[in-house]
């Protein structure tokens, strides 16, 4: 555990410093990609139309099980090797880790649809949000297309830095490895659609349970940024929106950093949107909060999720001392 720990803090600033360098994943498949590659071939070959919904069911059980075992097999492998090389070995693990985590990329992304709201308006703002949600951008006005970032940005703080990290300190580059290919398979095949309602189910059903302590997790850590940025009112606001708010999700766990972010930044957030044509109905969480937002108010959340890293990284030093001394 002492070596995990110290090896996240190490690949938490990494990925915070370098992120995802273009020229490299231009030259190299992105492991996320490999997995993605995997889980079309499953897809393809056992994804049949003709097949009773049963039948699909369980073989997106197994598929996604197989998947799960050949990530944990070459998770352990690569720590085998690793541990094998001595400081080496540890330093390339950090660079594996790092690749796995999104914090730099997510921050970046984000601030493009600020940029975009500033420099081309209404129409850059939703070509740069359409990169990152999957709701019709066509639809957006300035603040929908401001509280689509910012769901974006909590969700993704949550299942792309706090998740990913989550399940390296505790099961090591084997959970790491899993949970990034779970994550993969839901948004891949875990969605709703005709296609993949039998066939995803259960990547759809095993991310939620993956998800489920890091969601919560990053609520708490949202809070201790928000706290950092603008004191304990911001902070105890932000405990209470996501205690009160975090059900009215539809999602078992987004609505917790959503709910957080929300409170903490003053703003409602969710409420009806369209996905694909088709209108979904939400309560706004934190409703009592401005509705009429826009781009400095993404740039107020991409720093609440700039100090709730921080204080993600002060608990992983903080723990990794506490194991040192014990």
């Known amino acids: 555990m002492e070596y995990q720990l110290l090896v996240l ?67 352990a492998l690569l720590h085998y090797v690793f541990m094998a090389l001595g400081p080496l070995g540890a330093a390339l693990e950090v660079v594996v880790t790092a690749v796995f985590l999104a914090q730099k990329s997510l921050l970046d992304h984000v601030r493009a649809v600020a940029n975009g709201l500033r420099c081309n308006g209404l129409e850059g703002g939703r070509k740069a949000v359409s990169m990152i949600v999957g709701r019709d951008p066509s639809t957006l006005d300035e603040a929908g297309v401001s509280r689509a970032a910012l769901e974006s940005l909590s969700e993704n703080f949550a299942d792309g830095v706090v ?96 709910a957080a972010a929300a409170g903490a930044l003053d703003v409602a957030l969710a409420g009806p949107r369209v996905y694909g044509g088709e209108r979904v109905s939400e309560p706004m969480m934190n409703a009592a909060g401005r509705r009429k937002i826009g781009a400095s108010d993404i740039l107020s959340g991409i720093a609440l999720m700039d100090r709730a890293w921080w204080v993600g990284l002060a608990l992983v030093a903080l723990c990794s001392s506490v194991n040192f001394i014990g």
């Open 9 to 75: 803090g190490l690949a938490l600033v990494l990925d915070r410093l370098v992120g995802d360098p273009p020229w490299l994943w231009s030259r190299l498949p992105h492991p996320v990609v490999v997995f993605g590659a995997g889980i079309s071939f499953f897809d393809r070959l056992l994804n049949r139309p003709s097949r009773p919904a049963t039948s699909r069911r369980v073989f997106g059980a197994l598929s996604i099980v197989l998947l799960l075992l050949i990530s944990v097999a070459v998770g």
């Open 163 to 258: 998740a990913p990290a989550f399940w390296y300190a505790v099961l090591g580059l084997p959970g790491l490895l899993a949970y990034k290919m779970l994550n993969t398979a839901d948004s891949m095949i875990g969605h709703k659609s005709e296609k993949y309602l039998h066939f995803g189910w259960v990547a759809a059903r095993l991310d939620d349970v993956a998800n489920w302590p890091a969601a919560r997790l990053s609520g708490f850590l949202i809070a201790g940024g928000a706290w950092l940025m603008a004191g304990g009112h911001a902070a105890s606001r932000c405990i209470n929106v996501m205690m009160r708010d975090h059900g009215l999700h539809r999602s078992p766990n987004s609505g917790w950093p959503e």
